[in-house]
């Protein structure tokens, strides 16, 4: 059974910074797209960035120069980069593997004005 656990969220101003994990279990990692879905209240989830196993990654144009995903295959983690933070950024922020039917069980992402 796939299990993903995501960390490193929290509170922070806008304009700050902060780093997200996703550790897999149960799949083989170094072969999967991963990606990192957030969601904000009242709001339809939305895929944020993806990276392939080759390292190729897309992001959703709001994030664009502001976040990067990237990841460990030794350590079967996936991570995401985000700086430059909005308010609109505030959601949870869930991780994903291919084809993203499944998600783990998501990270708090609060920023402030």
């Known amino acids: 059974q796939v299990q993903l656990v995501e960390s490193g969220g929290g509170w922070v101003q806008a304009g700050g910074s902060l780093r997200l994990s996703c550790t897999a279990s149960?799949?083989?990692?170094?072969?999967?797209?991963m990606g990192w879905y957030r969601q904000a209240p009242g709001k339809q989830r939305e895929l944020v960035a993806r990276?392939?196993?080759?390292?190729?990654?897309n992001y959703v144009n709001s994030v664009k120069g502001r976040f990067t995903i990237s990841r460990d295959n030794a350590k079967k983690t996936v991570y995401l980069q985000m700086n430059s933070l909005k308010p609109e950024d505030t959601a949870v922020y869930y991780c994903?593997?291919?084809?993203?039917?499944?998600w783990g069980q998501g990270t708090q992402v609060t920023v402030s004005s």
């Open positions: 994903a593997y291919y084809p993203f039917a499944s």
């Open positions: 149960g799949l083989i990692f170094s072969i999967t797209t």
């Open positions: 990276i392939t196993s080759g390292g190729s990654t």
